[in-house]
């Protein structure tokens, strides 16, 4: 017998037979293979075992290393919405399409679902089976992996899919890109869904690319330094957590006990953030515990317990014996409880939760929140969602300090490279959306190096040195400024646009005007997604079409004025609303001022009576240029900049 991993993680024994080579687990029912380019499949077998591919009437072969890994290539082909099967030996992958495959990755604003974006006619109407959804589980880890650390599927869009998964389901920027890719070209679209929330981008970058950055290696090196700890002191911080725990909470000793009587807690539906549960903003320790029988047929089987995310933190028991901790507020827990620790009859789950700040909870989806035996599909889960009850135990205030390793943030050098695009490569696709940024502001400098880095890695790792890679500027945010300043989110705008103009085969999708003063998480994403579909449709698939904001060129002095031109003028510049707003003038002094700016022969020209020897010029230069108007005939808004010339 032979222990094989199938997917992403979970095991099963099997004889020794053709059937023990599995494809990575991206290769999964309903899956999109890309269109016109080699397609790698790979996986793991017995070592020395010979594995036959087969998809669309192509068949190639490979004899796995003494690892065990395999791959093959199919020769490219023509987009297909038939669905096929893809076999690997004995193992079947069903309903496959040919078409195109986008990454769609980055932060919050890439992962904002579209349940949140007060879209309702658009989900009602997303049945469309020829496109697929595939969201990578969040994850963290020091060293590529080769798998997910938490069951994966791919699912064909429809309005029930579509808003499937925490925070609104898919993400809207991500659906409404690939959904206009399908309208226009007509054939299949896999968008894979990448993202996690108040990330940089050093995490989604590998260590060895950061390596090759001199400016990037300082704070790389203190990143590696914290790994480095954390693996060293990995025994001893479980240790003093596990000190702590009994050090400070009043139920450690008895509430995870399946004897103990809990009908004096409090009832409470699951899931539920701390406010749904009228707790306020209370952060400390809550427990929760239910029961559950043993269906028949589950008798001698581990099972898998998923939860789904918790707020901070949690260490989860079954029939009083530990089965995990989860360390961070947007993991999913996905726990294997052992068949000894298993009971014929009544079986207690407790969790022991701790909130530092924030909601708390344990807040995901209903269904997350299930138990089903190792290695079975999740139709034959059992739901955990419904009654629990909770107990209080000790507030945040009597906590305090945390201990080592609690909780665990995703912001370390490579760690999301690691555990979330690693496992992908070398998959055939054909480009990159990406929307992040916010949490590289105040480092701009860096960013347009870390960035070039970024794109330059991912496109060594899945082996396709020019793949397209569209960029989502910064939209508008925070209260609107009444004089000219710095801004370091307009830097941030720089250096993406920077990046854009100067990294071959890259575009950029201007939002300035489609965010809001008041909400970091802008709800627009649906032009934010179309305007990343016009740059693809016009730059990666050849239609001839507007795609691009108007971006400016070349500025010359001209006595008292400035004289500014734009590329991507689509036409002509229209100041839209009226008088053209938000350009700014300095002098040699370097102090501006709110300047007047008309359009004229299709340039800008920006002057003010109290400058009377400009040198330089901006516009749009704020975290949120309010009023910013400048737009081309498109309907595409200019993009930010700033300019400076030294008189002669």
């Not at 650390?149 to 809207?172: H, I, Q, T």
Request: proline share 7%; aromatic share 8%.
């Amino acid at each position: 017998m032979a222990r094989l991993q199938i997917g992403s993680c979970c095991w099963l024994s099997i004889t020794l037979a053709s059937a023990a080579a599995v494809p990575a687990a991206i290769f999964q029912d309903h899956m999109v293979l890309q269109r016109d380019k080699p397609v790698p499949v790979w996986g793991t077998a017995l070592p020395g075992e010979r594995v036959t591919v087969r998809f669309a009437g192509r068949t190639q072969t490979a004899v796995s290393d003494a690892q065990g890994k395999w791959m093959v290539r199919l020769s490219a082909m023509r987009a297909n919405a038939k669905p096929a099967d893809l076999k690997v030996n004995d193992v079947t992958v069903k309903d496959v399409l040919v078409g195109e495959v986008w990454l769609a990755a980055g932060q919050s604003n890439m992962e904002m679902g579209i349940g949140v974006c007060n879209v309702p006619d658009d989900i009602a109407r997303a049945e469309f089976p020829g496109i697929r959804l595939f969201t990578v589980p969040r994850d963290i880890a020091d060293r590529p992996r080769e798998s997910f650390a938490a069951d994966v599927a791919w699912k064909r869009c429809s309005p029930e899919s579509l808003v499937e998964g925490g925070w609104g389901g898919f993400s809207a920027a991500g659906y409404f890109f690939g959904r206009m890719l399908h309208d226009r070209l007509k054939i299949p679209i896999g968008i894979i869904n990448m993202n996690w929330g108040g990330t940089a981008a050093e995490p989604w970058t590998s260590v060895e690319a950061l390596q090759a950055v001199p400016v990037l290696r300082p704070a790389l090196e203190k990143s590696l330094a914290r790994l480095q700890s954390a693996r060293e002191n990995a025994s001893a911080n479980a240790a003093a957590r596990q000190a702590w725990w009994s050090a400070k909470d009043p139920g450690a000793a008895q509430w995870a006990d399946p004897s103990f009587d809990d009908t004096a807690w409090q009832p409470v539906t699951l899931p539920a953030e701390f406010n749904q549960m009228g707790l306020g903003k209370f952060d400390g320790i809550v427990w929760f515990r239910r029961s559950f029988e043993l269906p028949s047929g589950w008798a001698g089987k581990d099972l898998e317990l998923s939860l789904g995310p918790i707020d901070d933190c949690d260490i989860t028991y079954v029939n009083g014996e530990k089965v995990g901790e989860g360390l961070h507020r947007f993991l999913d827990r996905h726990y294997r409880v052992p068949v000894s620790v298993l009971r014929t009859s009544r079986n207690v789950i407790a969790i022991r939760t701790l909130d530092s700040g924030g909601f708390g909870g344990v807040y995901g989806l209903p269904r997350q929140l299930s138990l089903k035996p190792t290695g079975e599909p999740a139709t034959a889960a059992v739901s955990l969602a419904g009654e629990w009850r909770y107990k209080l135990g000790a507030p945040i205030t009597e906590l305090r300090p945390l201990p080592p390793g609690m909780p665990r943030e995703p912001n370390e050098s490579g760690t999301l490279y690691n555990a979330m695009v690693a496992p992908i490569v070398p998959l055939a696709i054909r480009g990159a959306i990406w929307y992040q940024g916010e949490s590289n502001a105040g480092r701009a400098g860096q960013y347009r190096e870390l960035l070039t880095a970024m794109i330059k890695d991912w496109r060594m790792r899945f082996g396709q040195p020019d793949f397209p890679f569209l960029i989502v500027q910064l939209a508008n945010y925070s209260k609107a400024v009444t004089q000219p300043g710095e801004s370091n989110w307009a830097e941030l705008r720089e250096a993406q646009s920077q990046v854009a103009e100067t990294v071959p085969n890259t575009g950029m999708a201007v939002a300035i005007d489609i965010g809001e003063a008041a909400d970091i998480h802008p709800k627009n994403k649906k032009e934010a997604g179309r305007r990343l579909a016009l740059v693809a449709l016009a730059k990666v698939y050849g239609k001839r079409l507007d795609y691009s904001s108007p971006v400016f060129q070349s500025m010359s002095v001209e006595g008292s004025t400035i004289r500014v031109r734009f590329s991507h003028s689509a036409g002509g510049l229209v100041a839209k609303g009226g008088k053209l707003q938000q350009f700014a003038i300095a002098g040699s002094d370097g102090k501006f001022v709110w300047a007047d700016a008309r359009i004229e022969r299709g340039t800008v020209v920006v002057s003010s009576s109290g400058i009377p020897h400009p040198v330089a010029v901006r516009y749009g230069w704020a975290h949120n240029p309010e009023g910013a108007n400048l737009y081309n005939k498109a309907g595409l808004p200019a993009s930010p900049f700033r300019a400076s010339a030294i008189r002669e």
